[in-house]
């Protein structure tokens, strides 16, 4: 029994040295230190948005560190990012565990830093900013209508905001709108970007609206009849019969849709 | 002067195309069919079986393009043109009335001996029809045509016909006519037996092609024809408004030993491009 007791205090002290040793190579980066603020390097494809978006909102750009929140400014010298710190001790896992937030934008943080250098602690953390969006479908006061997302069957009513799912900002959302209450055999496709949203508003709404009116609803609807007919003469009565038909719907009056920043 | 073999000539051509309603082509390549069953103009609302309640309808349409190695009936012009053409057609209870305007640019200068000789400045036609039932799908159809066309010339020249529409089989795609004309100025006897085949269902929306081929008679003194095989028709929807382009080919070969002014070669080939757009239409409440 002797030589296993001197075996198994042999390993575990070995086991210790390398625990030693590997955490002493970590040493100078956990080493906490009290840095003054914190700089933050935007990479990736949307930062300029990002910056834009700062700009338009100062105050709404924040990074929680340790449940405090900081607001994340621009540092006119350099044009990254920064945060003023209030003298908190941080490490690299603190930093590791900060959530960036900005309304319409996700976050993918890398290479966390905290570093005594030449008598002052620098702390440095690199993002990668993406835009994400949803979308709200609503139909003005009382009334509602169904609709489909994507390929999905499930129908729901407005107003809505979807996917469940924030999406990417360049990614569409396709709908299929049921307008006509009391004909739910009606329905139209239609498909937007986040970028149309920037466009000029139409049917009068603010910026940041899209809508379809009773008339372009009618004309959507319209386009969705398959006109057929034996003749050339057959086609055309088959639109004319096909108008009137729809004419008759009782179509809401506006369909509203909002990009929601998630 | 009406040659007395003329009916027997017509019984077969007669029995032939008995089951079945008329296509345009065989007359000129660029025409459209205008056949419309009393049925698809029925009101809704009203009681069925009161003939009143098929709703009279106007179509006007605007034709407009250019034909390559132009024809009519079995006239080979050897000639390349341009044309317009306006088509009225109004539907009321079981009767049709079509009115039409066609004015032709040719190749050929007013002084070209072909020019004067064959295609018209312009042409005005109105034909009458009656279909057989106010219900069927697919009535028949039998119209009373007349025609008169200005040339180049100065001379009007008078076409008097009918036409005989029927149904061959197949859902309405494989459709049939005959088609008679008599020019008393040339005491000149034309018969026409066309059909054609869609190869997509009528009831399909979207863009059409028809592939056909029609067998035309003439006598004028002496025996002649021609055939016209294949015809082929493209009809494209390039808006929703119904605007439509027309892309056809039709090859034909002509029986005629004889060389008449009208009749510059033996084989033709046609092709015919086009745009067609409603002017106006309306369907009565």
């Known amino acids: 029994m002797k030589p296993l007791k001197s075996m198994k205090a042999t390993t575990l002290a070995c086991a210790a040295l390398a625990i030693s040793l590997i955490t002493a190579r970590e040493v100078p980066a956990q080493t906490p230190c009290n840095p003054k603020e914190l700089v933050l390097f935007a990479v990736g494809g949307a930062s300029g948005d990002l910056k834009n978006e700062v700009k338009k909102s100062p105050d709404e750009f924040v990074v929680e560190i340790s449940q405090d929140i900081y607001t994340i400014g621009i540092d006119p010298k350099s044009s990254n990012f920064k945060v003023a710190l209030r003298g908190e001790t941080l490490t690299v896992s603190d930093l590791k565990s900060v959530k960036i937030r900005l309304p319409g934008f996700s976050f993918k943080q890398n290479n966390p830093s905290v570093k005594p250098s030449s008598g002052n602690c620098v702390a440095s953390l690199a993002f990668e900013p993406s835009r994400r969006w949803k979308l709200r479908v609503e139909v003005p006061q009382s009334e509602m209508i169904e609709f489909q997302v994507g390929q999905g069957t499930q129908k729901v009513r407005t107003p809505r905001d979807v996917p469940g799912e924030p999406l990417d900002w360049a990614t569409p959302i396709a709908l299929d709108l049921y307008p006509v209450p009391t004909d739910p055999s009606r329905h139209y496709p239609y498909q937007l970007k986040a970028s149309e949203f920037s466009q000029q508003p139409k049917c009068g709404a603010e910026t940041g609206v899209l809508c379809h009116t009773k008339e372009e609803i009618r004309q959507k609807l319209l386009d969705q009849v398959e006109i057929s007919g034996k003749t050339l003469v057959g086609k055309e009565l088959a639109r004319i019969k096909a108008e009137r038909a729809i004419k008759e719907l009782q179509v809401v009056s506006r369909i509203e849709f909002r990009l929601v920043r998630p | ?285």
């Open chain 2, 1 to 285: 002067m009406k040659p007395k073999w003329l009916p027997l000539y017509l019984l077969p051509l007669f029995l032939i195309t008995l089951p079945s309603w008329s296509v345009s082509q065989g007359i000129e390549v660029f025409r459209v069919n205008d056949f419309l069953a009393p049925y698809e103009h029925r009101r809704e609302k009203v009681d069925q079986n009161d003939p009143t309640s098929i709703a009279p309808f106007f179509s006007s349409r605007f034709f407009s393009g250019a034909d390559q190695g132009y024809t009519y009936r079995n006239d080979f012009f050897g000639q390349d043109l341009l044309f317009a053409r306006v088509v009225n057609n109004f539907y009321f209870s079981r009767f049709q009335i079509n009115a039409n305007a066609t004015k032709y640019w040719p190749s050929a200068s007013d002084e070209s001996p072909l020019g004067a000789q064959g295609i018209p400045k312009y042409r005005f036609g109105i034909e009458g029809s009656i279909y057989d039932s106010l219900d069927a799908e697919e009535p028949g159809r039998f119209k009373l045509i007349w025609n008169a066309s200005r040339l180049f010339s100065g001379k009007t020249i008078h076409e008097f016909g009918f036409g005989i529409d029927v149904k061959v089989k197949d859902e309405d795609r494989f459709v049939g006519g005959l088609d008679y004309s008599w020019k008393p100025s040339a005491d000149e006897h034309n018969v026409i037996l066309a059909y054609d085949y869609s190869l997509r269902s009528p009831s399909q929306s979207g863009f059409d092609a028809t592939l056909g081929f029609a067998l035309n008679g003439v006598h004028n003194g002496r025996f002649g024809g021609a055939l016209r095989f294949p015809e082929m028709k493209l009809q494209i929807p390039i808006s929703p408004n119904n605007v439509f382009l027309h892309v056809g080919y039709s090859a034909a070969f002509s029986f005629r030993k004889h060389q008449v002014p009208d009749q510059t070669r033996r084989f033709n080939q046609e092709v015919v491009a086009f745009l067609s757009f409603p002017v106006f239409n309306r369907l009565s409440q």
